[in-house]
């Protein structure tokens, strides 16, 4: 059990890859923070994942609300004292045609996605540089960061952001001996009914993985729980694909001479 005596804040916990990630801490023997807006599938997973209900605590809250975070920061450290990881994994995908946007859809995304982990990355660290404790962040961020697509301006925006807001981050909190780092997935099949994705979706992006298969959750859990393990004490600041190699190019074009 890699992670006894450890505890951990995942946000975005009640579906899809923060669950997983979530479910990957407890099997490795952390105590886990499960946060997340939606209080009834949030219960849901803490039930399932936790039965016993003795080593996970429940915080449905608004990441976007700097006082609910920093009133469930508090409730998550007098749960586990020791904590000193968080996972950054909420955030929201809408598809919004560039001139259909509306401010409101621009702002919930962005708010979400970027500057939910800010506020909570604040709460956390604030704390434990107060304590002269280090510790490990790890934001969730998306290939999409550095590919567009039609309906997603708002989307890969908020990403790429928390590219860059990692590394900032990676480098202010350094001296605190506090490591921050992003994974980035491509596509992960979810099947999540707060974030629906339609068919003619799935199937196109699906032809662009080179490994053949979309990812699941505990493929983007693992690269976690190493990221805020032992075996990458040097490692901060950095973006971590796990796309089965959809960034590394196009890999569906045929051969490009004639035949």
């Known amino acids: 059990m ?4 450890r505890a951990v804040v995942v946000t975005g916990a009640a579906h899809g890859i923060g669950r997983g990630i979530a479910e990957a801490y407890l099997a490795e023997g952390a105590r886990v923070a499960l946060w997340d807006l939606r209080e009834d599938a949030l219960k849901d997973a803490a039930r399932v994942l936790d039965p016993a209900g003795r080593s996970t605590t429940v915080q449905p809250l608004d990441v976007r609300d700097a006082r609910a975070v920093a009133a469930a920061m508090d409730a998550a450290l007098a749960f586990a004292p020791e904590c000193d990881t968080l996972v950054n994994a909420a955030g929201i995908y809408p598809s919004h045609p560039l001139l259909e946007m509306a ?12 500057k939910g ?4 990355t604040q709460a956390l660290c604030r704390r434990l540089v107060a304590q002269g404790r280090g510790g490990s962040v790890v934001n969730i961020s998306s290939g999409a960061a550095n590919s567009a697509r039609p309906g997603a301006a708002h989307y890969a925006t908020s990403k790429a952001g928390l590219n860059m807001l990692t590394r900032a981050m990676a480098l202010e909190l350094a001296p605190h001996g506090i490591r921050v780092n992003a994974v980035s997935p491509g596509y ?3 099947n999540s009914p707060f974030n629906p994705l339609s068919q003619a979706y799935k199937d ?3 032809t662009g993985i080179p490994l053949g298969r979309a990812g699941r959750p505990d493929d983007i859990a693992r ?3 190493f990221l805020t ?5 040097w490692i901060t600041g950095s973006i971590i694909s796990v796309d089965g190699g959809s960034g590394a190019g196009r890999s569906q074009l045929p051969l490009s001479r004639p035949e």
């Open 188 to 190: 992960v099949e979810v």
């Open 117 to 120: 982990p800010l506020l909570v």
């Open 103 to 114: 401010e409101a859809d621009w702002d919930a995304v962005l708010n979400t996605n970027l």
């Open 2 to 5: 890699r992670f006894q005596g």
């Open 204 to 206: 196109a992006i699906s």
């Open 229 to 233: 393990g032992p075996d990458s004490e």
């Open 223 to 225: 690269t976690v729980l």
